[in-house]
DNA sequence: CTGAAAGCGCTAACAA
DNA sequence: TTGTTAGCGCTTTCAG
């Protein structure tokens, strides 16, 4: 292993001196400067990143932590953020909590032992009851919805108007009685409640009274439950003429699901999703869906995070709203 | 930030001991353990990776560069590969190379950084040309086809006997004029060249004669030239009944577009894909395809990688190959 | 079973 | 513009 040391011996200078040309700075000669990239070039020099981290403090590295990064959605997610990253000159590790607490927790201390500068966090699994659990004296940043009032930043979508303006999509197609597909609500203020409360203002505004048989709450946001919940639904008979599913890979597999029982989409029943995953423009039919401008979310989250990591801890927790949406009309709610 | 100093000072013993304490080292008395143990936490102390990695040389992390991971493919591989990691204790850093040669090479640096225990390059943009540069003295392990003999370890997986298979699967039932929509073949030994030779040994050993204007080439292996391909194949009135893709992200926008240019499949088309990625089972109609048995390509990855961290780097490459696969049969291929 | 000494490779702070 | 000093927090080695 070749040292700075090494490097600075063959040029006739201080490690000192290498040092300041490996990190580009300023007052150092030219002709030293060339002397000595001559010479890390010749030995195949290469910093110790290790021995950087433990003298600055630093990592260069953010962690992030999803419940999985085969769902499409997090893939995505996680390509933005990678993305966004880079262009901090930060590498992303990627922790899977497969959406449990315990684990989302574990992430949480990871960074606590200096492996990572800092830690975004899409959490599904902490609550707000979690809140002191997040009172930690490193950059973390929230993404989602989960815990509103909590100690870290976070970063906040357009729920309840991305899932009204998908129910009013709906409506103003000509559909009646519209199904939610949802997850599993607890609290109002994660994604399935708000989701719910955009549905129901949707319905409201419109003079629908609001049915609660004909919310279904699932457990995982899957293709697979997706399916099953849209099989079941058309076996009991219930009438319905649209669905919102609260994610696209739910309403993937509730096209699938259809399509078994034989329902025509988008003839006898519209379906509209959330997130704009790129799958859903590939479906037949392909999926209606909101777009969230989740590039926009995942560079503020890195944004947010960086400015922790460089300006220190302290200040109040920030809240950034990225409140932009845009509603994607495809063939799943045509007239 | 509290260290081991000051958790030795507080527990009246020595750095050292609080060290075996904390790696769980044998030869310490039970008592001695518990005071230590209480202090650490009364003290929430928590070890400094960064130390830790200078003094030992290992970080603890391995990188996993892959062209996207918001392909579901390469999604799906990640995560299977954090997983198998996670048994070794070993973190992942995940490097998106978008397929070009340049950033595979500068995430291979990022090891030689000792940044990473070792890397996991999946690679596409490297060929048999770039050999020398993998001569490296560190642990890589290479997954993928691109280079055979190449100097380090390498997981191949069974791309001749699949494609066979898959084309076999699309004769059985009946086709003759089989469609192959392959990516550009550089060289035989990458993904491409490998899943067109066995394309080609199916329709022989059926007596079909090859028709090189039945494989077409595109660039990228998306959706988006899938459907672009599926598109222009119908309006060209070549005629085909089959089509095999090199891969389901491709397939998925094959079906896709031949639903736009009115092509039903199964009846008039079948359609077979490759990779068995889970979003292939929920698309109408569902996509055959073959399963390459990629969580032990994974797990296989892993522990050559994990076997080059532990025992040196030294040894002749290996190469494992992970040869079972199955034929999935869905509504794709149905007669 | 416990500890003293030494140093991993780098850079902040300061001095020349 | 360059160099000196000192030490980041941990663990390897070896001695008690």
Redesign the interface.
Known sequence: MVTMGDVARAAGVSPMTVSHVVNDHPHVKESTRAKVLEVMDRLDY??????R??RT?R???IGLAVP?????Y???L???I??AA?KYNL??????TGASRENELDAL??S????YDGLILSTVGLGPADTDLLKVDYPVVILGERIFDGPVDHVAMPNVNGACAATSHLIERGCRRIVMVDGQVSGEVDVSGLRLTGYRQALERSGIVFDPSLVVNIEKFT?QSG?EVARALVASRKGFDGVFCVTDTVA??V??GL?DAGVRVPSRVKVIGFDNI??G????P?LSSIDPDHERMARTAVSLLVRRIEGGVAGKPRREFVSKFSVVERESTHV
């Open positions: 290469r910093v110790n990143v290790a021995a981290n433990l403090g990592t260069g590295t999985e990064v085969d769902r499409p997090f893939g995505q996680a390509a933005r990678i993305t880079a590498r992303v590790a990627i922790e899977q201390s990871l606590r032992n200096r492996l293709m399916g993937i597999g096209l699938r399509a790129d799958e423009a590939f479906t037949v392909s």
